[in-house]
């Protein structure tokens, strides 16, 4: 399992609108993706116009190679990319340490 | 229950001698941190030299206040400030969407 971080930038204003329409795109995109396992959405605290979306998956490549360069990538997009200030900064992690989840 | 999210960048090929540090930091600190709840160390695969460190903590405060203006800090910092290589980006972040945890 690894986790995608995807650091996310959006103009002033539109959180409301963002939410459901990235809920939407993870909601009916997400779940047809190979090695798709689950999904948070983040909402900046300190910047609100900032976000951080975390998907794990089964593999890198079902992010890198299935899902990006798949026909899926581009409905994702369709959602989510009338929102983004600027690209969207994303990189992949393995799970080093934990505790847990919380509980 | 927020969410700390802690961008870290090590020097190169000190990986090991990291996460043994922060894990012992981990261990012996942040149980004793008011409101800690959980944590997850995250390892860069595109970036090897970035962690992203996950703690999630009941209130802001617990970590803003009680903790980093608190005597715990300095103990903490002295296992994992040796092995900074910038300063962290440290923001707090509230959850918007989720699918759950993963299985």
């Known amino acids: 399992m690894i ?7 959006i103009p002033p204003g539109k959180n409301a609108e963002f939410e459901a329409a ?3 795109g993870l909601a009916t ?9 689950a ?5 900046g605290i300190d910047s609100p ?3 951080i979306l975390l ?10 190679v299935d899902f990006r360069q ?10 989510i990319g009338p929102f983004l ?4 900064h994303v990189e992949h992690f393995e799970l080093a340490l934990e505790s847990g989840w919380p509980r």
Not at 85 to 88: D, E, G, L, N, Q
């Open 3 to 9: 986790l995608e971080v995807a650091d996310i930038r």
């Open 22 to 24: 990235i809920g939407q």
């Open 29 to 37: 995109v997400l779940p047809r993706a190979k090695g798709f396992i």
């Open 39 to 43: 999904h948070k959405v983040q909402r």
């Open 49 to 51: 116009e900032r976000y």
């Open 55 to 64: 998907i794990w998956w089964q593999a890198l490549e079902n992010h890198t």
């Open 70 to 79: 798949g026909p899926l990538f581009a409905e994702w997009r369709s959602f």
């Open 85 to 88: 200030a600027v690209p969207p």
